[in-house]
């Protein structure tokens, strides 16, 4: 079994590394204080293929694996959560073209999301359906030659931006011979009539990234704009949440790197007692977890990414994956505001923000419970 990566993935986590340090980092600490979307940092991230680094060649893509976006990610998310999920419901989104759209829809929708002149956002969590994607309300009714859509849609990302290409939308347009609602999904362009943005939220971590509810009052669609199957809507926007679901514990990687960073270089600097705390033993125990953690989880989630990049089903592995990486890093943020003490309660240092975004990462792309229930169920429980 070859755990090595090959040359082309090691040069892109190289390039990664240093894009994210040299051009990422300055702009986390701007988007910080002033939540601004960061359109010049996406059109410089884009213009290195990586808005289209899953999108095939014939579409203006890079073309590369699972595995190959999920060794970029971690480089990202150490340094920035937030332009990581950026870019993450992007990719999400441009890989339901990929694999869901026609050729005309391919043809349309792609080149411009390779480029990073669009950016991709996925509506399906209402108010009173989270966890529960079956309980969607938001309806789309035949009408004519295409299809009228009522509803609510909240908490999500991407869609209120300058260059945001709409959404696309998760609908219920009828009912299954076994008496569950069929979900369908829908193209809804920027502009369209009845498609409406909503407030956006004042949120305690990922700022700069726009989350907003969105609201369809008659909103009309031609029939063209049905993405897959009609009432397969569900069954697709779950199998892509495999893929965001590795992505979500390769963050938790990345994140639990960056504690173990800020902590370690914290703890050889302070002292108590006339010592570094690098020096006493419980401090010496929570960072030993934190880089054994780190190694654990990154093993995992390379494992899982081969199997998505192979076609291999990995739905079990990929819950599995997302609840060890998430539930890891809100460990391994505590930890280190431990280590930091009162300072880790000032804004200025970098763990306050890190311990801030480690415990949505329990709630995005299905919330750990429902992983545990995902996982108990191929248990045969």
Known sequence: MDFELASEQIELQRMV???????????QARMESDHEFPYELWRKWSDLGMAGIMIPPEYG??????????IAMEEMGTVSQTFSLIWQVHVLVANMYVQLGTPEQKERWLPPFARGDKLGAIAL??????????????RAVRDGSGWVINGNKIFISNAGTEISDGTVLMAVTGEQPNGRKA???FII?????????GQSFDKMAWHGMDNRELVFEDCRVPADHLLGREGAGLKQALGGLNLGRIVFGTLGCALIRACLDEALAYSKDRKQFGQPLSTFQLTQAKLANMATHAEGVRRFAHYVAWLHAQGRECHTEAAMVKLMGTRLAVQAAQDAYQIHGGYGFMHDYRVNRLYREAQILEIGEGTSEIQQILIARALGC
């Open 17 to 27: 590394r240093d894009f994210a340090q040299a051009e990422v980092a300055p702009v």
């Open 61 to 70: 893509g890079s073309g590369l694996d699972s595995l190959s976006y999920i």
């Open 125 to 138: 969590t209402e108010p009173g359906a989270g966890s529960d994607a079956g309980g969607l309300r938001t």
């Open 183 to 185: 979900i369908s999904s």
């Open 189 to 197: 362009p920027t502009g369209t009539p009845g498609y409406q943005l």
